[in-house]
Nanobody, 124 residues
Framework: QVQLVESGGGLVQAGGSLRLSCAAS????????MGWFRQFPGKERDFVAA????????YYADSVKGRFGISRDNAKNTVYLHMNNLKPEDTAVYYC?????????????????WGQGTQVTVSS
């Protein structure tokens, strides 16, 4: 079955950087769009970033544009979220997800497979 395993979360000071990784198995990774979402306590998951199957197109939430970058390595079945200039308001559980859709990959409903999440905490 499809497995998505996130890693790289942790505690970082404001202004710092983290790189999240999501290792995928059980799917033909190179044919899936991949996305990152985050969830604040008591809230629904919000879109953070997405990348098309071939990496040609990337999409970002306004709140992270210019600070976060999404990339993928199809040879390693892994997608990354590079987070720079982190702010306390970035504190959340971050989830990666896989989508077979070509369109609307900035919305949760396009994703059928999810990881278990990794906590990112940014201290002020």
């Amino acid at each position: 079955q499809v497995q998505l395993v996130e890693s790289g979360g942790g505690l970082v000071q404001a202004g710092g950087s983290l790189r999240l990784s999501c290792a995928a198995s059980g799917l033909t990774f190179s044919t899936y769009a991949m996305g990152w979402f985050r969830q604040f306590p008591g809230k629904e998951r919000d879109f953070v970033a997405a990348i098309t199957w071939n990496g040609d197109n990337t999409y970002y939430a306004d709140s992270v544009k210019g600070r976060f970058g999404i990339s993928r390595d199809n040879a390693k079945n892994t997608v990354y979220l590079h987070m720079n200039n982190l702010k306390p308001e970035d504190t959340a559980v971050y989830y990666c997800a896989a989508s077979r859709s070509t369109y609307s990959i900035t919305t949760m409903r396009s994703y059928g497979n999810w990881g278990q999440g990794t906590q990112v905490t940014v201290s002020s």
